[in-house]
């Protein structure tokens, strides 16, 4: 058999199977009903038989390399051994979350810009004028700054007890920034611009004393998770506030209870970040004894992780139409 034929007689078996494996994928088994779950399995079957066919006539072509993924897609549904709900939780995992993250780049990127333009327009500013440091930092801390004191590990010393406290504000930041969004997003852009202009004056400042190298230090393994989960959730606030100010179609009551599902769903799945990055911050970055090398290395190791994870994974494999399209 050629594989034109295999593809003109079964290419609608295929797409019928896919679709029934992607139902299955988002909403689990219980979205079938007894019919379509009788039907899958048929339609699995056949599918195996095509793809044993496929292997021994043309193992190179395309359509053997389709069917054995979606034959491998289709597996673990009807011979599966693992509890529902945690292969549930890795598909979201391994397809979920990284596809939900690049649906909603277009608000990540506008946070992430409310947050470091400010940064640096206000770092600029205070380190070209650096008196004007008084309307922004409290007098304490614009006198640790002069000094030399190195005020941010005051509240730990390499300890659990600090790590916890930096957990808990974390969350509370990104909590702040998230539930903003229900304010028509005007309290998350708010947050996003005083935490970006505190930041950057307390950097401009250090920046014009010439005392910034410990305290880049000490954020070095930290922040690149920690601000890309406050981005994150800027992000989200943001999504919500857009359906409300632009539902479309919809209701504002339906348009803002499909962002928050998709931005709840969204923040559940990265929060074991701001936990990972409040354990760094509580436990290494204030630590002597850790090398400055080694805690950037650990900050960009876990960047560079993070975002190939949420740009690369969960690609959609090719579909029928694809693999058939110039059939």
């Known amino acids: 058999m050629q594989p034109t034929q295999l593809i003109q007689q079964r290419k609608r078996e295929w797409a019928r199977l896919e679709n029934l494996a992607q139902r299955i994928e988002r909403e689990g088994v219980s979205a079938l009903s007894q019919a379509e779950l009788v039907e899958f399995g048929q339609l699995y079957r056949r599918a ?56 909603t780049l277009p608000f990540m990127a506008v946070a992430a810009l409310l947050l470091f333009g400010p940064w640096l327009i206000s770092g600029l500013a205070i380190y070209f004028n650096p008196s004007g440091a008084r309307y922004i930092l409290s007098p304490g801390l614009i006198a640790d700054i002069e000094s030399g004191t190195r005020w941010w590990q005051d509240l730990n010393e390499a300890n659990q007890v600090g790590a916890a406290l930096i957990m808990r504000n974390n969350l509370s930041v990104s909590f702040l920034a998230y539930a903003g969004g229900i304010l028509f997003g005007l309290l998350t852009v708010y947050v996003l611009l ?51 100010l632009r539902p ?43 090398p400055a090398s080694v805690k950037l290395g650990i900050g960009v190791t876990s960047g560079i992780l993070l975002y190939a994870y949420l740009f690369l994974v969960g690609r959609e494999r090719k579909t029928v139409q694809e693999t058939t399209r110039r059939y």
Request: overall charge positive; glycine content about 10%.
């Open 194 to 244: 005083m935490n970006g202009v505190t930041f950057g004056a307390v950097f401009g400042l250090l920046h014009y004393y010439k005392r910034q190298a410990p305290l880049y230090e000490f954020v070095a393994g930290h922040a690149f998770l920690e601000l890309s989960v406050i981005v994150m959730a800027g992000g989200c606030g943001l999504l919500l506030g857009y359906a409300l």
């Open 248 to 290: 479309g179609l919809l209701t504002r009551r339906d348009a803002l209870g499909n962002a928050a599902q998709k931005s709840i769903r969204l923040l559940l799945g990265v929060a074991p970040l701001l936990l990972v990055a409040g354990a760094i911050e509580g436990m290494i970055s204030p630590s002597d004894a850790i």
């Open 48 to 103: 195996t038989s095509d793809l044993a066919i496929a292997q021994r006539d043309f193992p190179n072509h395309d359509v053997a390399v389709y069917l054995n993924q979606l034959v491998g897609r289709a597996h673990p549904v009807v011979y599966r051994g693992e509890p529902l709900a945690w292969r549930q939780l890795k598909n979201f995992y391994r397809r979920g979350l990284p596809q939900l993250y690049r649906e």
